[in-house]
């Protein structure tokens, strides 16, 4: 598990330093600029999470005062870090449509979906249990939507022709393979099976995790390489 965690946070770097050398590099929109920023947001929260069980655990300075708290565990790092990704990719997506009737559905859609998520984990336990299955599951199922969306918009326009040099087509690619990948195993070991530590579906989620993230973050990497800003923004 923490070669995966290693790896999935170096993939998380690698991507945001290629989004910084694309922002630097061109003059690109705002919305492209958060999406590297956000990148960063999810690398270093995923390096707090995975440091600070192990400062707990070794009881280093102010650390050793979290010992048997709920935040000795990282779950409440996790949870709201998933609400900000879902609730931004969503905008993200949003912004890349003509304005209109799906592209106003999906602004008060993020609205629901964090003003929901919040709530959710205010009003529950789940924020220092487990990873929430709402925020996790709708906001995956909002995510895939919101993409199928921009891919029947882009089918619509001459900007077909041009998806191959557009980064939103880049990042919709790797976020697509990655939530159609983990979202059914999230699922599926939530509700059908009992986890225990070495057993097969265990290492099978695991290794799909670790792959998906390999494709989803070097999709991003390649786009940030690649592509460079077009002049319509809707592509």
């Not at 999470?49 to 707990?56: G, K, Q």
């Not at 290492?203 to 800003?229: E, H, R």
Request: hydrophobic share 55%; glycine share 6%; aromatic share 20%.
């Amino acid at each position: 598990m923490n070669f995966v965690v290693v790896l999935v946070i170096c993939l998380e770097l690698i991507a945001a330093f290629a989004g910084l050398y694309h922002i630097k590099r061109h003059q690109v929109g705002t919305y492209t600029k958060y999406v590297v920023y956000v990148l960063f947001f999810v690398a270093f929260t995923e390096i707090i999470a995975y440091t600070i069980p192990i400062l707990v655990d070794r009881e280093v300075g102010f650390f050793a005062a979290l010992k048997a708290t709920p935040f000795a565990d990282n779950l409440w790092i996790h949870n709201p870090q998933l609400i900000v990704t879902f609730g931004f990719f969503a905008a993200f997506f949003r912004s890349r449509l003509k304005r209109g009737f799906l592209a106003t559905l999906i602004k008060w859609g993020v609205v629901a979906y964090v003003i929901s998520a919040i709530a959710n984990l205010i009003f529950t336990d789940i924020m220092f249990v487990g990873i929430s299955n709402y925020t996790y599951i709708v906001g995956s199922i909002f995510l895939l939507i919101c993409i199928l969306i921009y891919y029947f918009e882009l089918l619509k326009s001459d900007n077909i022709l041009r998806f191959s040099t557009s980064l939103t087509f880049y990042i919709s690619v790797g976020l697509l393979i990655y939530y159609l990948c983990i979202t059914p195993l999230f699922i599926y070991g939530r509700y059908y099976y009992q986890f225990e530590s070495g057993d097969a579906f265990n290492q099978f989620y695991l290794y799909t995790l670790a792959v998906a993230n390999v494709i989803m973050y070097g999709t991003f990497t390649l786009g940030f390489i690649l592509c460079k800003p077009q002049t319509n923004k809707f592509i």
